[in-house]
Nanobody, 128 residues
């Protein structure tokens, strides 16, 4: 019943910007965690950023200061504002969400296990 649809990916030059969106249906971010993960060809999945329903965020060191996660509860939409993109940011980006009433302490960009709902990937390609 819960569906997450990611969009906004594309191809940009190094230093460019993109804004990813993840629209959720059948889901309300009530005391819950939403996050972005990514996977590049030949590499393992890695966490990018997370946001709890109270606005608390966490980021991977590699993206801190360049990528910003946010959530529009009215629109049931998760965002990832991506600035100063680098070739190493090239990956398929996935959005995910935890069940409602999850503990704030579990909301971390590295926490894959507590994510119950996953969207399809949206590709981001950064060329040098």
């Amino acid at each position: 019943q819960v569906q997450l649809v990611a969009s906004g990916g594309g191809s940009v030059q190094a230093g460019g910007s993109l804004r990813l969106s993840c629209t959720a249906s059948g889901y309300k971010p009530t005391r819950s965690c939403m996050a972005w993960f990514r996977q590049a060809p030949g590499k393992e999945r890695e966490g990018v950023a997370s946001i709890y329903s109270d606005g608390t965020t966490t980021y991977a060191d590699s993206v801190k200061g360049r990528l910003t996660i946010s959530m529009d509860s009215a629109a049931n939409t998760l965002y990832l504002e991506m600035n100063r993109l680098q070739p190493e940011d090239t990956a398929n980006y996935f959005c995910a969400a935890s069940p409602p009433f999850s503990a704030p302490s579990t909301c971390n960009y590295r926490n894959y296990g507590d994510m119950r709902y996953w969207g399809q990937g949206t590709q981001v390609t950064v060329s040098s």
